[in-house]
């Protein structure tokens, strides 16, 4: 099955940095990349998603970059605010030909003020 | 829209109770997911169902937990004999359809088993 690895597992960044998060995944099949976010006390919310027909996909301070031949995909964060401290995964499908989302094991995002 | 609905939102049981959650999906959406999430291994799906059909329970622990979904608007989650192991966070969510839909999360139960 379809094994996603995150790093790092903690971040700490300062206000108005940017933050990377990377994630390699292993099932050469799989061409849907979500990002979620979850907030404390809350479940996961979908940020922004990536499928293997573009290369980089924007929203606002949000950016997804994937690479299809290395296997990897990562999240950009810019001009880092407080609401942005949560943890954030990734996670990998074969899109309408499979259900199942694999996660990564998640980073925890912390921004300082 | 209210979102996928979660109740309790808080268990504390004693172990060798039964336990069951429940959960309320988006009104038209047609898939439904059970996830568990603990520290030690984040986030499990358990079992997915289409239609209201149990298509892959292969992520269900062991025969202590069962899952139904009598209708469109309602599915439980059962643990029964609860254990101490069973501590974690359970979500519910429910999409359109196939894999590459967006996944709506519900708040979660947070259960403890003692």
């Known amino acids: 099955g379809e094994n996603v690895e995150q790093h790092p597992s903690t971040l700490s960044v300062q206000e108005g940095d940017s933050a990377v998060i990377k994630c390699t995944y292993s099932d050469s099949a799989s061409n849907y990349f979500p990002w979620y976010k979850q907030e404390l006390g809350k479940g996961p919310q979908l940020i922004i998603d990536i499928r293997s027909n573009v290369g980089e996909k924007k929203d606002q301070r949000i950016a997804v970059t994937l690479n299809k031949t290395a296997k990897h995909f990562s999240l950009h964060i810019t001009e880092t605010q407080p609401e942005d401290s949560a943890v954030y995964f990734c996670?990998?499908?074969?899109?309408?030909?499979?259900?199942?989302?694999?996660f990564g094991a998640g980073t925890t995002v912390t921004v300082r003020a | 829209d209210a979102g996928v609905i979660q109740s309790p939102r808080h268990e504390v049981t004693e172990m060798g109770q039964e336990v069951t959650l429940r959960c309320k999906p988006i009104s038209g959406h047609n898939s439904l997911f059970w996830y568990r999430q603990t520290m030690m291994r984040g986030l499990e799906l358990l079992i997915y169902?289409?239609?209201?059909?149990?298509?892959?329970d292969s992520g269900m622990p062991e025969d202590r937990f069962s899952a139904k979904m009598p209708n469109a608007s309602f599915s439980t989650l059962k643990i029964q004999p609860s254990e101490p192991r069973d501590s974690a966070v359970y979500f519910c969510?429910?999409?359109?359809?196939?894999?590459?839909?967006?996944?709506?999360f519900g708040p979660g139960t947070r259960l403890t088993v003692l």
């Open positions: 169902f289409n239609n209201n059909v149990p298509i892959d």
């Open positions: 969510a429910s999409s359109f359809t196939s894999g590459d839909n967006e996944q709506f």
């Open positions: 996670a990998a499908s074969k899109g309408s030909n499979d259900y199942k989302l694999s």
